[in-house]
T-cell receptor, first 113, second 113 residues
Framework: AAGVIQSPRHLIKEKRETATLKCYPIPRHDTVYWYQQGPGQDPQFLISFYEKMQSDKGSIPDRFSAQQFSDYHSELNMSSLELGDSALYFC????????????FGPGTRLTVT | GESVGLHLPTLSVQEGDNSIINCAYSNSASDYFIWYKQESGKGPQFIIDIRSNMDKRQGQRVTVLLNKTVKHLSLQIAATQPGDSAVYFCAENPPPGNTPLVFGKGTRLSVIA
């Protein structure tokens, strides 16, 4: 069965650079969530979209923005990168608005040097 | 590479024994709960879920118990296998619908062959 696809899988950037992470949800899923997971930490919710509209916002820095496109894929744009942004970034998708059964992608490992 | 769960509590069990992983959740109004398994460098993988109108749910080799009185979840894994070694997170879905998951602190399960 098709799963959530994230690209790139690994990304190395320098401080103050920008990065764009992409997420392709499971087909027919209309809700996308972004999470950040630091070393030894649990995933922290950043932002979510339902039917191309932002549905919820968590601890996403102002330097980050995201959107969901007409084909339901989502992009997380990160600017003025800081060392502390180094983490695993996961995208999850679900069908509908209940937040049920969120399926996670393999993640993008971002390293800021 | 970098591992998830470097500073997490660890549960070590002998192969073939049963494992019990505990989790305290925060919101008494949460109505949906999920256990995820996360292997190093991978995204969280859905294991089993339970709704607040139930106190027990069984899957294949796994059982989730919910005690709403003390806001406690447990995951029981029968006949633990080396492939069960991973970090396990519980997550709660606070109402209303379309809200992001709130993850609890993970527990690293280490299976001793």
């Amino acid at each position: 069965a098709a799963g959530v696809i994230q690209s790139p899988r690994h990304l190395i950037k320098e401080k103050r650079e920008t990065a764009t992470l992409k997420c392709y949800p499971i087909p027919r899923h209309d809700t996308v969530y972004w999470y950040q997971q630091g070393p030894g930490q649990d995933p922290q919710f950043l932002i979510s979209f339902y039917e191309k509209m932002q549905s919820d916002k968590g601890s996403i820095p102002d330097r980050f923005s995201a959107q969901q496109f007409s084909d339901y894929h989502s992009e997380l744009n990160m600017s003025s990168l800081e060392l502390g942004d180094s983490a695993l970034y996961f995208c999850a998708s679900s069908l509908g608005t209940g937040g049920d059964e969120q399926y996670f992608g393999p993640g993008t490992r971002l390293t800021v040097t | 590479g970098e591992s998830v769960g470097l500073h997490l509590p660890t549960l070590s069990v002998q192969e073939g024994d049963n494992s019990i992983i505990n989790c305290a959740y925060s919101n008494s109004a949460s109505d949906y709960f999920i256990w995820y398994k996360q292997e190093s460098g991978k995204g969280p993988q859905f294991i089993i879920d339970i709704r607040s109108n139930m106190d027990k749910r069984q899957g294949q080799r796994v059982t989730v118990l919910l005690n709403k009185t003390v806001k406690h979840l447990s995951l029981q894994i029968a006949a633990t296998q080396p492939g069960d070694s991973a970090v396990y997170f519980c997550a709660e879905n606070p109402p209303p619908g379309n809200t992001p998951l709130v993850f609890g602190k993970g527990t690293r399960l280490s299976v001793i062959a």
